[in-house]
């Protein structure tokens, strides 16, 4: 039996919520479209996942309550940009084992000012502990540091960096739910303000406001769909002693590539967790598609000419990181190309890889999922 992703949907990101706009009906919203985009309706969802870093005072069971949703599996996930991979692995057990037959994945946020403030100052006790008494405001500074280190051990510049940016910024322009879509030249990211030397503005996501969702269920033929070959985690894979330039993708994903029967070389479309360019970098040299000696050039060639096509959706550099609905950004984006679903920005491709990547401790991202989607009818 194979599960596939069948609807996506996606509440309006915007980068100033409207007033009195709460997280359940940003999260509600987009599972309402998902589910109109899979031809169904609330009586047919026997399972809900959700992520969310605003939700409280109220959990999963609460918003399916709210939603009219008589459930027979519910989860509720906490890994920020790997909540869409972890989500997604736990609800294909649960379809496989009989635990539900059709879920819908959800995650979003109300970010505005106060509520990103609080955020990156109570992240976990990591943060609250160390990184807030130094009035950071924010991990900046960290990815900073992660980024020094890779353009030393890749021999990148800042213009290689900028390649992403510009890039994702030209498939923003293209989505007509990207919250920056106007065109990026590379003199433009160049001139930037810097941030945290070297990270300049545009190397620095946006907070907005906004939800994703994803229907699942088992195959059904006739039907376009994205099918789900493999989805795999890592968690703590370096115990935080690690230098940042690699994640936990590097341990899992060659089973991911052989249980899949997929070859990287054959993969023409990626959406990566991209919070920082140096973090599209990591992820894509460990999922065996951007080679490590050669780093500089497969940026300005393969990712720049779209050999291979990354974050279409504009990513959320240009879309926008709506809380915890970064992590699921990419899903929704691989599931609509694959589903022929994308608009101006659709691409030819078979097969998508979508990681996650997120949970900043005491230096970088503890948490790693990788999903492997085929384009089925």
Same mark, same amino acid.
């Given at each position: $039996?194979?599960?596939?992703?069948?609807?996506?949907?996606?509440?309006?990101?915007?980068?100033?919520?409207a007033?009195?706009?709460?997280?359940?009906?940003?999260?509600?919203?987009?599972?309402?479209?998902?589910?109109?985009?899979?031809? %169904?309706?609330?009586?047919?969802?026997?399972?809900?996942? !959700?992520?969310?870093?605003?939700?409280?005072?109220?959990?999963?069971?609460?918003?399916?309550?709210?939603?009219?949703?008589?459930?027979?599996?519910?989860?509720?996930?906490?890994?920020?940009?790997?909540?869409?991979?972890?989500?997604?692995?736990?609800?294909?057990?649960?379809?496989?084992?009989?635990?539900?037959k059709?879920?819908?994945l959800?995650?979003?946020?109300?970010?505005?000012?106060?509520?990103?403030?609080?955020?990156?100052?109570?992240?976990?006790?990591?943060?609250?502990?160390?990184?807030?008494?130094?009035n950071?405001?924010?991990?900046?500074?960290?990815?900073? $540091?992660?980024?020094?280190?890779?353009?030393?051990?890749?021999?990148?510049?800042?213009?290689?960096?900028?390649?992403?940016?510009?890039?994702?910024?030209?498939?923003?322009?293209?989505?007509?739910?990207?919250?920056?879509?106007?065109?990026?030249?590379?003199?433009?990211? %160049?001139?930037?303000?810097?941030?945290?030397?070297?990270?300049?503005?545009?190397?620095?996501? @946006? @907070?907005?406001?906004?939800?994703?969702?994803?229907?699942?269920?088992?195959?059904?033929?006739?039907?376009?769909?994205?099918? !789900?070959?493999s989805?795999?985690?890592?968690y +703590?894979?370096?115990?935080?002693?690690?230098?940042?330039?690699?994640?936990?993708?590097?341990?899992?994903? @060659?089973?991911a590539?052989?249980?899949?029967?997929?070859? &990287?070389?054959? !993969? *023409?479309?990626?959406?990566?967790?991209?919070?920082? &360019?140096?973090?599209?970098?990591?992820?894509?040299?460990?999922?065996?598609?951007? @080679? *490590?000696?050669?780093?500089? *050039?497969f940026?300005?060639?393969?990712?720049?000419?779209?050999?291979?096509?990354? +974050?279409?959706?504009?990513?959320?550099?240009?879309?926008?990181?709506?809380?915890?609905?970064?992590?699921?950004?990419?899903l929704?984006? /691989?599931?609509?190309?694959?589903?022929?679903r /994308?608009?101006?920005?659709?691409?030819?491709?078979?097969?998508?890889? !979508?990681?996650?990547?997120? $949970?900043?401790?005491?230096?970088?991202?503890?948490?790693?999922?990788?999903?492997?989607?085929?384009?089925?009818?």
């Amino acid at each position: $039996m194979t599960t596939s992703i069948i609807g996506t949907g996606q509440s309006p990101y915007t980068r100033h919520p409207a007033a009195g706009l709460t997280t359940p009906a940003v999260l509600a919203g987009a599972v309402t479209v998902a589910l109109t985009d899979a031809g %169904l309706s609330p009586s047919d969802v026997d399972g809900l996942a !959700v992520s969310s870093f605003t939700l409280g005072p109220d959990h999963a069971i609460d918003l399916a309550w709210r939603m009219g949703l008589k459930l027979t599996w519910l989860m509720q996930d906490t890994t920020g940009g790997a909540s869409a991979g972890g989500m997604l692995q736990h609800a294909v057990r649960a379809i496989e084992a009989g635990d539900a037959k059709t879920i819908v994945l959800v995650a979003g946020d109300v970010m505005d000012s106060v509520a990103f403030s609080h955020l990156v100052a109570h992240y976990n006790r990591a943060t609250e502990d160390h990184l807030a008494p130094l009035n950071m405001g924010g991990p900046n500074a960290l990815f900073a $540091m992660l980024t020094q280190r890779q353009m030393t051990d890749l021999d990148l510049g800042r213009r290689d960096y900028g390649q992403i940016a510009v890039t994702q910024r030209r498939w923003a322009g293209m989505n007509p739910d990207a919250v920056y879509r106007k065109g990026l030249s590379m003199d433009e990211y %160049l001139a930037a303000p810097l941030v945290a030397d070297p990270l300049g503005r545009y190397d620095c996501v @946006p @907070p907005v406001t906004g939800g994703d969702a994803v229907v699942l269920t088992t195959d059904q033929a006739g039907r376009a769909r994205a099918r !789900v070959l493999s989805v795999k985690a890592s968690y +703590n894979a370096d115990q935080q002693d690690g230098d940042g330039t690699s994640t936990g993708l590097r341990d899992i994903a @060659p089973g991911a590539w052989a249980e899949s029967g997929v070859d &990287p070389a054959d !993969v *023409r479309l990626a959406s990566v967790y991209d919070d920082y &360019p140096a973090m599209v970098v990591a992820q894509l040299a460990d999922l065996e598609l951007l @080679p *490590r000696n050669d780093a500089g *050039r497969f940026l300005s060639s393969t990712l720049a000419t779209g050999k291979i096509a990354v +974050n279409t959706s504009g990513g959320q550099l240009s879309a926008g990181q709506a809380g915890a609905a970064g992590g699921m950004h990419g899903l929704v984006e /691989a599931s609509r190309q694959l589903m022929g679903r /994308a608009g101006e920005r659709q691409v030819d491709a078979r097969h998508a890889v !979508v990681s996650g990547y997120g $949970m900043v401790l005491y230096r970088y991202g503890a948490c790693a999922t990788s999903s492997i989607l085929e384009a089925a009818s």
